[in-house]
């Protein structure tokens, strides 16, 4: 039998509370998080590096006096840097690499009080949105192990899901953080551009798209979270505008009638394919259930070149890729070499190779003209729905290149031929492809808007569709009113997989 059979009932500031009043310790807990760890994990594959015996150790000792003192918690296995631990990035040449420093997140989620129990998956680089690197193999969804846990922070909604630990890191720098909170029934936000910090290593993360935070399974832990971690960090690009007050206190506040607007249209790439029926049905029903908690919903769709801003961040992607491929090579003392990458991420690379520098200028500037748009859109709604994904959780392997599609970059990455995909003008229609599965995800990375994705509904099947809610720039506050809302009125806690269950 499992310990403390209570662990599944708590989220971390429930588990926190318990600490506080002597109710546990933060040793028990500990245990009892790897005890799930060591059962469950087997099953899905979301913890791909483990420190027991660090946080046994931290456990027993001095601990800081946080909001979240005595917790267990897992971190993405990707930016996010643990002093001694191994950061492989989803990548082969990684795997052995260890920071020596903590990252300033890292450091602020320990002053919280946090215990790391270990690392979780990610796709090679963080570059897809399914978790399935050939460095660790596919995590699987605790829902359904046949199909996707969805990425690139896999690893991390997996894990909060089968209830490893209530809370798990991620990024998000064109969806990685709403895709596997939707695909694993759990609530994820994306913060505002420049909330939490990005130093003291990295400057600004894919030209600004990608922010840091967490995936839980209540609202109220991932305000609290963002109460323990926001703020600029020495030599930040920049700052999100200044809070009015703790996101903790806004959880339960009366979010007053909202002007929500509505739209299952692509917002990046094409509408090809429609959206999955369960998928158009939960998004019906959520406008249903706004109606009666009384905000106003209107159908109305940002409008922008949704074609353009596709080819415009496929190119910001391969130039920060090719960028990743060398920076990784140079920290082992290597030279960049085929064999080094997986072959998706090698071809990305020679894209960045391909384009050239007034490409990258010219895709920037289509990302400030669709920042005009969208600001100009939020002038007259409080907040847009959408669905998190077009389709419910697909099986692992869905969404890798096809046969014919693998032999084609086969050929690309043999010949280096990625300038002749950019003469060809093949880019254009791959860019289109790409991103039709994150079409409602992407644009508010460009953006710097906060984003949500909260946990609704489930098909037929139950398995967890997600719906999107997105805010006005800075706009935190009115995301977490809502989102504590919806979990009053529609609950989602007590769902558990049947992993957990059994």
């Known amino acids: 039998m499992l310990s403390f059979p209570e662990y599944e009932q708590y989220d971390a500031l ?9 109710q546990v310790t933060p040793l028990e807990l500990v245990e009892a998080a790897i005890a799930r760890i060591e059962a469950r994990n087997p099953q899905i594959n979301a913890v791909i590096y483990t420190m027991f015996n660090q946080a046994r150790q931290a456990a027993q000792g001095d601990l800081p006096d946080g909001s979240l003192r005595g917790v267990p918690f897992l971190v993405k296995d990707l930016l996010a840097m643990v002093a001694g631990a191994p950061m492989a990035s989803g990548t082969r040449l990684l795997k052995q690499w260890a920071p020596a420093i903590d990252s300033e997140l890292v450091r602020r989620w320990k002053t919280a009080g946090l215990l790391i129990l270990g690392k979780t998956n990610t796709p090679e680089f963080g570059l897809q949105p399914y978790t399935e690197p050939a460095l660790f193999g596919p995590t699987r969804n605790p829902y359904d192990p046949t199909r996707t846990a969805g990425g690139s922070s896999g690893g991390s909604g997996a894990a909060v899901a089968a209830r490893l630990t209530p809370a798990a890191s991620g990024g998000d720098g064109g969806g990685s953080i709403r895709v596997p909170s939707s695909v694993n029934g759990v609530f994820g936000l994306k913060p505002t551009r420049g909330r939490t910090p990005t130093g003291p290593v990295n400057w600004e993360l894919w030209e600004g798209c990608a922010v840091e935070h967490v995936l839980t399974r209540s609202v109220r832990d991932s305000a609290a979270l963002l109460d323990a971690t926001a703020g600029a960090d020495a030599g930040a690009p ?14 339960g506040r009366n979010p007053g009638r909202l002007r929500i607007a509505v739209t299952a249209r692509a917002l990046i790439g094409v509408d090809d394919p429609a959206p999955d029926p369960a998928v158009i049905r939960g998004l019906e029903a959520t406008v249903k259930l706004l109606q009666a908690l009384g905000h106003e919903v209107v159908e109305a769709t940002p409008q922008y070149d949704y074609a353009e801003l596709a080819m415009a961040f496929m190119t910001m992607i391969a130039g920060q890729t090719r960028n990743d491929i060398r920076d ?3 920290l082992v003392g290597k030279r960049p070499a085929r064999g080094d990458f997986e072959l998706l991420t090698w071809v990305i690379g020679l894209l960045g190779n391909a384009f050239t520098a007034a490409d990258y200028v010219h895709a920037t500037r289509v990302f400030g003209l669709t920042a005009r748009a969208i600001g100009a859109f939020f002038a007259d709604y409080d907040v847009l729905l959408t669905p998190t994904l077009p389709r419910a959780p697909v099986a692992i392997g869905a969404l890798q290149p096809t046969p014919a599609e693998h032999r ?18 093949l880019v254009r229609p ?6 039709s599965y994150v079409r409602y995800l992407t644009p508010f990375n460009i953006t710097g808007q906060p984003a949500m994705s909260v946990p609704l509904h489930w098909t037929d099947a139950g398995l967890p569709v ?3 809610f997105v805010g006005r720039f ?3 506050a009115t995301l977490f009113r809502l989102a504590a809302q919806l979990e009053q009125a529609q609950p989602w806690a007590a769902r558990m997989p049947a992993l957990v269950q059994g």
Do not use: C
């Not at 429930?14 to 002597?22: C, F, K, N, S």
């Open 14 to 22: 429930g588990l926190a509370e318990l600490v506080r009043t002597a």
């Open 238 to 251: 920049y700052a999100a505008p200044p809070q009015t007050g703790p996101f903790l206190a806004e959880v």
């Open 328 to 330: 990784t090579a140079a």
């Open 408 to 425: 084609l970059l086969s050929t690309i990455a043999t010949l280096r031929a990625g300038k002749l995909l950019t003469s060809l003008d």
């Open 430 to 435: 791959i860019a289109l492809k790409t991103f």
């Open 466 to 468: 997600g719906m999107h």
């Open 474 to 476: 800075g706009d935190e």
